[in-house]
Nanobody, 123 residues
């Protein structure tokens, strides 16, 4: 069992930046960031493996950067040029086993989930 916990959410104006962190209680092979806006499905936005190789959904490419510190079992998401449509609850997820060609962005690939941290971007 791996416990993950997010931190760093908050409110920011459009064009601003936020950095999210996620602490895992043990080693993980893949870690990912997901978000869910009211009335919408949870979507994968960025993922990373231990090499690290990364994956991004198109809507955040060039604006968000995922990274990890394997020694600290910690995941980060640097979010720049934030837009109102980025407003959502952001979740960290982890998987301990390998098996994908690229870090997966599908919710079903991950076993362990955090409680989420709210990000609100105002126009």
């Amino acid at each position: 069992q791996v416990h993950v916990a997010e931190s760093g959410g908050g409110s920011v104006q459009a064009g601003g930046s936020l950095r999210l962190s996620c602490a895992a209680s043990a080693y993980t092979y893949y870690m990912g960031w997901f978000r869910q806006a009211p009335g919408k499905e949870r979507e994968g936005i960025a993922a990373i493996d231990t090499y690290p190789r990364t994956s991004y959904t198109d809507s955040v490419k060039g604006r968000f950067t995922i990274s990890r510190d394997n020694r600290k079992n910690t995941l980060y998401l640097q979010m720049n040029s934030l837009k109102p449509e980025d407003t959502a609850m952001y979740y960290c997820a982890a998987r301990t086993s390998s098996g994908y060609v690229t870090p997966p962005l599908s919710t079903g690939a991950y076993y362990y989930w955090g409680q989420g941290t709210q990000v609100t971007v105002s126009s």
